[in-house]
């Protein structure tokens, strides 16, 4: 397991084959490792929408 501090909010977990980011805003979200352009951009718009509050 690995896990990424993003910003205050944002957590990405790498774990039992996939990633799961955690959000403010949508709560957790799993991605499959093949995904992990997905889940990038996920990370990029949920920073997006906190720097715009």
């Known amino acids: 397991m690995s896990v990424l501090s993003v910003r205050a909010g944002i957590t ?3 774990r039992d084959g996939g990633l ?3 959000t ?3 709560g ?3 991605f499959p490792l093949g ?3 997905e ?3 996920t990370i990029v ?3 997006e929408d906190l720097d715009a509050k």
Request: proline share 5%; glycine share 0%.
């Open 12 to 14: 990405v977990w790498a």
């Open 24 to 26: 403010p805003c949508a």
């Open 35 to 37: 995904d992990v352009t």
């Open 28 to 30: 957790m979200l799993r």
């Open 45 to 47: 718009r949920h920073c």
């Open 20 to 22: 799961a980011v955690t």
């Open 39 to 41: 889940a990038a951009e």
